[in-house]
């Protein structure tokens, strides 16, 4: 009997077809038609579709997430699903992939699957892309492995991986490389991972900010944000997680307000420390009451403080939370 999955449909460019009067991809195609598309999938496995939406990726909303998360609990309920795949736009799909990691629990394979080329671009990836997310969630390789990304037959975490390339094909990166890959339809485990963290709660808080630091920066947005309510604030800072010193007392006074603040770095790679103890450096911050983000892009942190802040207010359990990831 052929394993059952279920796919949910939300949009992205590997929904898209170029509309000729605007010169440009807008999406267009339902679930059913980019299926069409992926020859020999019915002798894998059997599938069910949902059509959830016809969405770019920059249109995807908190609401829109809970609703989709509420969607995947519900199926990985099913005894007769064997794994979930949401199709989502590339730009912000590793945003979706690690809220839903860090907010759900289940050993059933969750893939998120999207593409680079729209269908009417030579090349169009979005049939290969979807094999492999097949394969991939029909996989008992792919059991508590957390939600899992798969383009151009490489599988990496939720967590660690990145969008690097506007273009590319394996624009989807992690810094210590996929964790499998697919070959002739089978999933190739390549290493184990180490954690996967569950933050339990069903509220976001939304008023969460991410300021990149630059040179000679001046305290104008951070105290922006502040003033217009902001709960919590992530800064990507140069390097390590410093900081240019004219921005240090608006971080000041925003922690003196109970707002959050997590540091993280602009770097592509690289872990923020205290490491630097001069004004604005990362020893400084720290010791201001300021979070260290770890190797977190400052996206994937800004998303975790949201999740975090909508389970509790308490600085210290914020902070364990980061630091468990970080140490475990």
Known sequence: MKPKVAIIFTGGTISMTVDEKIGAAIPTLTGNQILSMVSNIDKLAEIETIEYSELPGPH????????????????????????VIITHGTDNL????????LTMQTSKPVVMVGAMRNSSELGYDG?????????????????????????????????????TNTL???TFQSPYGPIGSIDTNDLIIHRNIVSKQYIDTDIVERKVYLIKSCFDMDDTLINCVVASGAKGIVIEGMGRGNIP???????????????VVVIVSRCPSGRVMESYGYKGGGKDLVDMGVILGGDLTGQ????????????TNDQNIIREIFEDDIYS
């Open 60 to 83: 995807m909303t908190i609401d829109r997430l809970l609703e989709i998360r509420k969607i995947i609990n519900d199926l990985v309920l099913r005894k007769d699903i064997s794994g």
């Open 94 to 101: 590793e945003e979706t992939a690690y809220f839903l990691d």
């Open 127 to 163: 049939p290969s892309n979807l094999a492999a997310a097949v394969c991939t969630a029909i996989s008992p390789k792919a059991r508590d492995k957390g939600v899992l990304v798969v383009l151009n037959n490489e599988v990496n975490i939720a967590r660690e991986v990145t969008k």
């Open 168 to 170: 590319s094909l394996n």
């Open 245 to 259: 010193p004219k921005a240090v007392d608006a971080i000041k006074e925003a922690l003196s307000l109970g707002v």
């Open 300 to 311: 994937k942190a800004r998303i975790k403080l949201m999740v975090a802040l909508g389970k």
